[in-house]
């Protein structure tokens, strides 16, 4: 009994701290989904309602809500399996006997995960440029006309998908680097033996061995690429003709461009629930497979 005491108070401080900052947060973000807060409200706080579920069945009936969402889809089913690509393949040649000056790589590979997003965003914007971006004059010396990478409605989300994957593979490349490390030389060692080749070693050593690694990283990148933002703001503002508007985006235009704060809070549940659903979906994949 002493014992369960004193780990309740080793634990109130925490408690208390994230229901402060965190659970009462998102319980009045919720009461704030069920009701017109906007900024008449905001002037006069006599002028909230409540509406219940009216603000949910509103967005559900909104284009541009099921086209931001398809945005979104989009950036996670094209963007995480080229993250997981680029991450697992930076972690097979830097557990390569081979290679060499390992921590200097690891480290600059790492970099781009710590630098401020906003900061290399502007930078990757030159390099889109159209007229003296990089890109198109690498392109250009293969006989290859100029894209207008960031003003094509067609371009402009493989170009944020291919900065969102240089951005973020690294810390993926952490883990499965770590994930490698954990599996016995002794297997490679016994497949050598046995004639194995490198591509038979990867297919029936590595990946059933890092298969709890390969859900864990799918599932932290799913939940991240989910919450596309940031990447479009500064790049595109949503455009061209809103070809890069995401669920996050329109939840910022609604909450901070048209002080529709109801709705915005509406927004930010629904994706949650999507974003449960999924999780809950690969959780349930995962655990079929074995490797969760």
């Known amino acids: 009994m002493n014992r369960t005491r004193a780990a309740w108070l080793f634990l109130a401080p925490a ?3 994230l229901g402060v ?20 409200a905001l002037a006069d706080i006599h002028n909230l309602r409540f509406i219940a579920l009216q603000n949910y069945w509103t967005l559900l009936q909104r284009r541009e809500f099921w086209s931001a969402l398809g945005h979104t889809l ?25 290679a060499r000056c390992k921590a200097f790589f690891r480290t600059a590979l790492f970099a781009p995960v710590v630098t ?114 940031a990447e479009p703001y500064v790049m595109t503002e949503g455009g061209p003709l809103q070809s890069t508007t995401s669920v996050l985006y329109l939840m910022y235009n609604e909450g901070f461009k048209w002080w529709n704060i109801g709705s915005a809070s509406a927004i930010a549940f629904l994706l949650f629930a999507i974003l449960f659903a999924v999780t809950m979906l690969m959780l349930r994949m995962g655990r079929r497979g074995g490797s969760v």
């Not at 951005?167 to 680097?177: C, R, S, V």
């Not at 033996?193 to 932290?220: C, E, K, N, Y």
């Open 15 to 17: 408690l208390l701290i």
């Open 21 to 40: 900052f965190f659970l009462l947060p998102v319980l009045a973000a919720f009461g704030l989904s069920l009701t017109d807060y906007d900024l008449y």
């Open 74 to 98: 989009y950036f996670v089913i094209v963007g995480v399996p080229l993250s997981m690509a680029a991450s697992l393949g930076a972690a097979l040649l830097l557990n390569s006997p081979l």
């Open 116 to 229: 401020t997003v906003v900061a290399v965003a502007v930078v990757w914007r030159y390099l889109f440029n159209t007229k003296y971006g990089l890109v198109n004059d690498t392109l250009g010396l293969m006989g290859i006309h100029p894209v207008d990478w960031l003003g094509n409605p067609h371009w402009a989300m493989p170009a944020i998908i291919l900065f969102a994957v240089w951005k973020n593979f690294g810390y993926n490349m952490i883990i499965f680097l770590a994930g490698l490390q954990a599996v016995p030389g002794d297997l490679y060692e016994a497949a050598r033996i046995d004639g194995a080749s490198a591509w038979q070693q990867f297919r029936h050593i590595t990946l059933p061995m890092l298969g709890p690694t390969l859900w864990m990283v799918a599932i932290i990148t799913v939940s991240g690429y989910f919450q596309l933002f």
